[in-house]
């Protein structure tokens, strides 16, 4: 009897745990829409696969370590997906929506934006010794939501005084921050440890903020971008200041 309810539990528990690597493979999935709707021209919908590839993406880890099922293996399919779906696809989105007006210079920097993107996950991999608050370089997800960002809200910044953005010069500094701040060694937080015991720690303040940002899609407001530029210069600074610290001590 107790040998039988003993296997009927690990059968119901197997399709479970197969659940986080179902989502990296939903992420992967993704990337591979998002690129061929932006060789179909329809760019919003491309942005958006890459936006809910970033959610699964930060799902399917954390169920795997809420499961107690995490591997090399899951670990690595991770890094694959993430390759597809915030290196390669960000980057064919930018080149179908403006950059191949660049010419040869518009290949260039989506170049230099793969290669940083792909530099970013293969150290984030061979990183055994990372702290476990933070990521070392701007995390994918965050890079390709970024830059793509300006296109979900396209509307809305072109009839902001943020118009500028979109000019060529604009543009390429833009993708160029990007892919400089992927491979720095500036300090950005992971959320995956410790989540602050503070009453506004910054995991809960962009949880807080998550439904709000969902809302601004919905109405066309750019709050997930303030989001991000918030997430980016707070973590500059932090670790600017961090920096000043340890040298006049």
Known sequence: MIKRLFIERARSIKPLNALPTFL???NACLGLISIIQSLEDNYMWAAYCIFFAAILDGCDGRLAR?????????S???SLSDAISFV??????LYSWTVSD??????AILALYLCAGLFRLARFNIESNQ???VFIGLPTPVAAFFVTSFIVYQEW????????IFHKLWMIILIVLIAYLMISSIKFPSFKGNRGAGRFSLYKIFMYLFPVGLLGIVFGYPIFLFMQLW???????TTALSRFNSKNN
Do not use: C, H, Q, W
Not at 157 to 164: C, G
Not at 231 to 237: A, D, L, R, T, V
């Open 131 to 133: 702290e476990k608050n």
């Open 24 to 26: 990296t493979f939903a």
């Open 231 to 237: 997430y980016i210069f707070y973590s500059i600074g």
């Open 157 to 164: 910044l072109e009839a902001s005084r943020a118009y500028f």
């Open 66 to 74: 809420k499961l107690g099922v995490e591997s090399l293996l899951g």
């Open 88 to 93: 390669l696809a960000p980057a064919i989105l």
């Open 76 to 78: 690595e399919l991770d």
């Open 102 to 107: 660049f010419g040869i210079l518009g290949v």
